[in-house]
């Protein structure tokens, strides 16, 4: 059975950088597009950052420049490293995978994490 496992979640003040982590099980990894999204209280889930099988990625305008995902397909890990943290970041965020990069960017992903929640502080 396919899990996504996230980490990495927490406070932090405005300014502040975390590092979130996604690792995957049983889940044929190097050939499936990878992304985070979130979802903040009271608004739809939105894609935050997605990396294809072969390394092309696409992030939220509001997210580009501050955030980067990345995979290491031998360690069946994701992440994305989120810099300059502004309050509006604060959600919980989830990991996704998708064997359609396609399907992926437009949330129709065969797998999701249970979630991580991401808390900036003004």
């Known amino acids: 059975q396919v899990q996504l496992v996230e980490s990495g979640g927490g406070l932090v003040q405005a300014g502040g950088s975390l590092r979130l982590s996604c690792a995957a099980s049983?889940?044929?990894?190097?050939?499936?597009?990878l992304g985070w999204y979130r979802q903040a209280p009271g608004k739809e889930r939105e894609l935050v950052a997605a990396i294809s099988s072969g390394g092309t990625t696409k992030y939220a305008a509001t997210v580009k420049g501050r955030f980067t995902i990345s995979r290491v397909n031998a360690e069946n890990t994701v992440y994305l490293q989120m810099n300059s943290l502004k309050p509006e970041d604060t959600a919980v965020y989830y990991c996704?995978?998708?064997?359609?990069?396609?399907?992926?960017?437009?949330?129709?992903?065969?797998?999701w994490g249970q979630g991580t929640q991401v808390t900036v502080s003004s």
């Open positions: 996704a995978a998708d064997s359609q990069y396609s399907d992926l960017i437009r949330n129709w992903c065969d797998y």
């Open positions: 049983d889940l044929n990894f190097s050939f499936y597009a």
